[in-house]
């Protein structure tokens, strides 16, 4: 029976003296040789700890239990002679009279569903090549960010990919798929590479709880925002979640097919809340590692029932490990921080820090959702929107004022944006051009702190939200023309935006959850890529294409500096179009000095005036390949689309 209450927990963990006596910074974790592996687990409120060691991932009574010894700082350690590898093993963990059976938190892999750490050479798990491995190089120019779950890429029966690596990581390590196999629309890694994808940002890929590994059916689908183990791959995405080694050498084989590819892979870590109150962390040392309100119940700020304490030392130190360890050992290009609002200011800024000061670690790209999921106990300052001027400024964050000034409200479906009949918004719009660095309720310091987006794979994706304030009824599947060029319009304003383009994946293949706005547990098949699609679609695909390589052509619009946001300079129009013009840097790769970029919303045809000089037409509402040809030099005024995004360059 518990003895300590925990509003005295509470005031103990966060006290001067429990922080001189137990923080730590020495090593934690399994630490493996061929001769020998020791295991370090801080668990300093503990009384007694000892490892259990196991043949299999589950099922059957331990071989063997060894007791570890209490050090300095509260690290309980042994070693265990002789080769560990494939050795399943939890800890028991005495506090406060209660023995509980918990994972290492620092476990690397794990058994089927996550319940038993596995011990694993490092090097046994690579593939071949793995070594060679490198982050590719993706100059600012080049990248955009296309987020997809690894279940979604390849669920689809026409994707083309083999049934056995249908929603596994091994689908994509696939090359040359396409539509039903029949070699004309290219589909899976085939499609990235002939799309142009420079990152992809991937839905959890840690281990999850919500999807028994031991089942998957279409029924049981999940996102996977729920963590169970930190360090470990999800066993689910894995051709035999069973033995600890294959989720690690999959998920591997993964990464190196996109960076053989010239892709870089972005990982969505949630280091806010736990799929349980029970988890290894908390059995480990309870209260320790997760935010208590004035009384010492959990807060929950994440909607979730818990959130992750990031202010409290270890716990600040196990975020950090943990990003390090997935940086290094599987050569990530990116972090998304999931309700990043969660995450002190101080703590996402060590966690820069750490990544800098990998190789090359300067580029590996860092931004979150500057939010929270409910009312927080959080004290320390709060990496929220508020506060992106105190985060690194590498440090980036969703904007939300973006997405909904372009396409309305991701809350209230039937709310129109800009393109679609909203002209207030023409001043966000304008905002979102210059990253918000102009603004005032939104401080960022450099257009690299801004994701520039309309879609995610939370609430309505594009097209299903322009249908339903296009409609009563909307028509999911409908090919009409006026919602089409909403979304290529929605497409050329954030793409010509200052900062980082994020997309749904699918969004430039109008992609539909038939209306569905959260489907984090909904079907496989309302969540899944429908690949027919980009045929049905293909006009739009290569509209997002042609805009993604004009956006290349022009350095300067993928700017990292402070002073871009002030050399966009907005020419007056008639209410209610936007228009700006911008200036190359002298050190751009550039045909064009100046580009000249106007959005017509309204239903019809308007006459503009071009800025002094001769301007070619790169860009306009149905073609965004224009600035591949030659065509003739234009001055004085021209005609712009309706509902378009027309592009001009001055040579
Ligand atoms: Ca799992």
Redesign the pocket.
């Known amino acids: 029976m518990n003895k300590i209450s925990p509003l005295r927990w509470k005031e103990w963990l966060e006290s001067r003296e429990f922080a001189e006596q137990y923080d730590y910074d020495g090593p934690l974790g399994p630490e493996y040789t061929p001769q020998a592996t020791t295991l370090r687990l801080w668990a300093p409120t503990a009384e007694k700890v000892s490892v259990l060691l196991y043949r299999n991932g589950q099922g059957a009574l331990a071989e063997e239990e060894v007791a570890l010894k209490r050090g300095e700082k509260g690290v309980w350690s042994c070693v265990l002679e002789g080769d560990q590898d494939g050795r399943y093993y939890t800890f028991s963990v005495t506090v406060d009279g209660i023995d509980r059976e918990t994972v290492d938190p620092y476990a690397r892999t794990a058994g089927i569903?996550?319940l038993r750490g596995m011990i694993i050479s490092p090097k046994s798990a690579n593939p071949d090549g793995w070594e060679k491995d490198n982050r590719p190089n993706i100059p600012p120019k080049n990248r955009w960010i296309w987020e997809i779950s690894v279940r979604d890429f390849s669920s689809d029966l026409s994707s083309g990919v083999p049934l056995a690596h249908q929603g596994k990581y091994l689908a994509f390590t696939d090359a040359d798929t396409t539509l039903r196999g029949e070699g004309k629309f290219p589909t899976c890694l085939n499609y990235l590479k002939q799309q142009g994808v420079s990152y992809v940002q991937l839905m959890p890929i840690y281990?999850?709880?919500s999807?028994n590994?031991e089942r998957t059916t279409p029924r049981r689908y999940n996102w996977g925002y729920d963590p169970?183990n930190y360090n470990v791959p999800?066993?689910?995405y894995a051709t035999d979640p069973y033995r600890g080694e294959v989720r690690v050498q999959e998920l591997k084989q993964m990464i190196q097919a996109l960076h053989r590819a010239g892709i870089g892979v972005i990982m969505d870590v949630v280091y806010n809340h736990m799929y349980h109150w029970e988890n290894p962390l908390n059995d480990t040392v309870p209260y320790y590692f997760f935010r208590q309100n004035p009384d010492g119940t959990p807060s929950n700020g994440s909607g979730c029932g818990n959130e992750l304490a990031s202010e409290r030392t270890m716990c600040r130190r196990y975020i950090l490990d943990s990003l390090v360890y997935w940086a290094s050992e599987y050569h990530l290009d990116g972090f998304r921080f999931d309700l990043m609002g969660l995450i002190d200011v101080d703590t996402m800024n060590a966690a820069r820090a750490a990544l800098d000061a990998l190789p090359r670690g300067e580029s590996i790209l860092m931004y979150g959702e500057p939010w929270q999921g409910g009312a927080s106990a959080m004290h320390a300052m709060a990496s929220d929107k508020g506060n992106v001027y105190l985060l690194d400024d590498r440090i980036g964050v969703f904007s939300d004022g973006t997405r909904d000034a372009i396409k309305g409200s991701c809350f209230d479906a039937r709310e129109p944006g800009y393109v679609s009949g909203q002209w207030q918004s023409r001043f966000g719009v304008g905002d979102s051009v210059t990253a918000w660095c102009r603004s005032k309720d939104f401080c960022p310091k450099t257009p690299g702190q801004v994701i520039s987006y309309v879609s995610a794979h939370d609430n309505y994706t594009l097209w299903d939200k322009l249908q339903r304030v296009a409609h009563q009824v909307p028509d999911y599947e409908s090919h009409e023309e006026s919602v089409l060029a909403q979304n290529r319009m929605c497409a050329g304003i954030y793409l010509t935006c200052l900062g980082i383009p994020f997309m749904l994946a699918g969004e430039e293949f109008a992609r539909t959850k038939w209306g569905e706005h959260n489907s984090y547990n909904s079907d496989q098949t309302i969540n899944q890529l429908d690949w027919t699609r980009t045929e049905k679609y293909s006009d739009l695909v290569a509209y997002y294409k042609g805009l993604l390589g004009l956006r290349a052509q022009f350095p300067r619009l993928s700017a990292w500096d402070a002073h871009t946001p002030n050399a966009v300079q907005f020419m007056h129009m008639a209410e209610p179009m936007v228009a700006w013009t911008l200036a190359a840097d002298l050190e751009d790769d550039t045909p064009w000095r100046k580009i000249a970029v106007y959005y017509n919303p309204l239903p019809k045809d308007c006459r503009v005036q071009l800025p002094e000089g001769k301007w070619n037409l790169l860009c306009n509402g149905t073609d965004s390949t224009l600035w591949q040809y030659s065509t003739p030099s234009i001055e004085g005024e021209t005609t712009v689309m309706p509902v378009s995004v027309t592009v001009f360059g001055m040579r």
């Open positions: 569903n996550g281990d999850f709880g999807v590994e169970v999800e066993g689910s």
